[in-house]
């Protein structure tokens, strides 16, 4: 009689371990399609007075690891563009996918956080998160630490660094072969 008992606790045991463990096995990041369009601009207060984009870095990953970057370089006489395309390893995609899904960061509210007055020099982050269809996503533009208005939540910059080391990664590969 107690062996009975004893097996029947063990079951149910078992099929609440199965139930808890169900929505991390349902739930996979792998198969969450993911899009992302990250722009760093470099912003500077020209010889006129005006703010303007001295350089723009976009980069652009797709659900598939495929990778474009791409930076254009502004001068008041002359505009130059470089284009790379490259592509993540499939260890390099979990670890944004985790980053983007785990932590909460499509929970934050669309957001954009502002900088100060009177700034001659400063840097403008932009990540357009796609999440599965175009209707899908969370746009935030933040700036650098010493621009920013208010402090910006350590999750978004996490991602910008995320981002910043990919394109450090390949980008400065590929211009050293």
């Known amino acids: 009689m107690v062996?009975?008992?004893l097996i029947a606790i063990a079951g149910i045991v078992v099929v609440m371990a199965v139930?808890?463990?169900?929505p991390?096995?349902?739930s996979n990041q792998d198969a969450t399609e993911l899009r992302i369009k990250y722009v760093r601009d470099h912003i500077a207060k020209m010889e006129s007075g005006i703010l303007d984009v001295t350089t723009s870095e976009v980069l652009r990953i797709e659900n598939d690891g495929s990778a474009t970057y791409s930076r254009t370089d502004s001068y008041p006489t002359m505009i130059t563009t470089d284009e790379r395309r490259f592509s993540l390893n499939s260890d390099e995609i979990k670890r944004l996918k985790a980053?983007?899904?785990e932590t909460g960061f499509m929970q934050i509210p669309v957001s954009k956080y502002d900088e100060?007055?009177?700034l001659a020099n400063y840097t403008r982050y932009q990540i357009v998160v796609h999440?599965?269809?175009d209707n899908d996503q969370k746009?935030?533009?933040w700036f650098n630490q010493e621009a920013s208005q208010v402090p910006v939540p350590s999750i978004i910059t996490n991602i910008g660094s995320q981002l910043d080391a990919i394109i450090e990664r390949h980008i400065r590969l590929t211009e050293n072969i």
Do not use: C, H, W, Y
Not at 19 to 22: C, G, I
């Open 3 to 5: 062996n009975k008992f």
């Open 19 to 22: 139930l808890v463990a169900m």
């Open 24 to 26: 991390s096995i349902g």
């Open 99 to 101: 980053l983007i899904f």
């Open 116 to 118: 100060r007055e009177g």
């Open 131 to 133: 999440q599965g269809d």
């Open 139 to 141: 746009p935030i533009t």
